[in-house]
């Protein structure tokens, strides 16, 4: 892991001589949480994964003159993956407050295996509860740090984690 | 305020999440896909006054030499002041020379680097 001052060194290499060697440097130390937290917003699709993982790298070395340094870069980046992800959505007409109500739902029930119930736990959840989930409970991010990356006041990350929690125990209860 | 029992449950299923959250595959090329679709280097402006001022620097010590050699020609004998002039101009011209050209031959070795690597993997 780099530090601070690492990081911000390699974020003026890229800004004053272009350093495409800094920017790898970046992709390789932020890819593997940032795809981990794409792969659970996506439910499992490694190819859209991917794929928004690379926009979110690109589209951080195009506007990385805007980065301030306020944040921590890895919030920066959750921010832009966030974004990406809901363009996404809008691009393919997928609503991003409504929960999925498949029909495959009753069939994934059926499956008493834990990481299908946690499939169906964040099956449940709308894509801004599943990344409010994501960015707590697996990425460990406060709540301060979720709010900024997500563009909504603390108040409604809290309210939104705790229907999530709520709808989450509720799917995990045999778990719990 | 968090409940008790909101703390417990969020232990739990940060621990139930943790281990059981299937992981995105490894993507061992991820770096190098994301690398080959930045966008192209540009120029910038800092780098264009750079490239004159050598270019110009050339011009003189170019000048400067041909005018120098040819007033030793006139004058049929090199003493050590003339020599150590040409010397100067010389020196001169090779390290402008050199940074000129300094970017360009970096650019080629990399390429010539990357082929390399690119063939070893492959391999």
């Known amino acids: 892991m780099i530090s601070r001052i690492e990081e911000l060194a390699l974020i003026a290499r890229c800004i004053a001589a272009d350093d495409r060697q800094a920017f790898g440097r970046l992709v390789e130390e932020f890819q593997d949480g940032l795809r981990r937290f794409l792969f659970g917003l996506t439910m499992g699709d490694a190819a859209l994964t991917d794929d928004l993982a690379q926009e979110t790298f690109l589209k951080a070395y195009v506007s990385i003159r805007s980065f301030r340094g306020i944040a921590r870069f890895k919030t920066w980046l959750y921010r832009i993956a966030c974004n990406e992800y809901h363009a996404y959505m809008r691009r393919c007409h997928l609503s991003v407050e409504e929960p999925e109500s498949s029909d495959d ?47 909504m006041p603390e108040g409604t990350v809290r309210v939104y984690l705790s229907r999530s929690r709520r709808k989450l125990a509720a799917a995990l209860k045999e778990e719990l | 305020m968090k409940r008790n029992e909101d703390i417990k449950t969020d232990e739990t299923l940060r621990r139930i999440l943790k281990t059981g959250m299937p992981q995105a595959p490894a993507s061992p090329w991820f770096t190098r896909k994301v690398l080959n679709r930045l ?85």
């Open chain 1, 105 to 151: 739902m009753e069939e994934v029930h059926a499956m008493i295996d834990m990481r299908h119930d946690i499939e169906v736990g964040l099956r449940q959840l709308s894509a801004t509860e599943r990344s409010i989930v994501l960015l707590f409970y697996i990425e460990d991010r406060p709540l301060k740090e979720i709010s900024h990356i997500l563009s």
């Open chain 2, 39 to 123: 966008p192209d280097r540009q120029r910038h402006r800092a780098a264009w006054i750079e490239t004159a001022v050598y270019l110009a620097g050339l011009v003189i010590t170019t000048v400067y030499g041909v005018k120098f050699i040819s007033l030793m020609w006139d004058e049929d004998e090199l003493t050590l002041n003339d020599a150590a002039i040409y010397g100067v101009i010389f020196a001169l011209f090779a390290m402008l020379l050199y940074a000129l050209l300094e970017p360009w031959f970096c650019r080629v070795d990399t390429a010539g680097l990357q082929r390399r690597n690119g063939m070893a993997r492959r391999q």
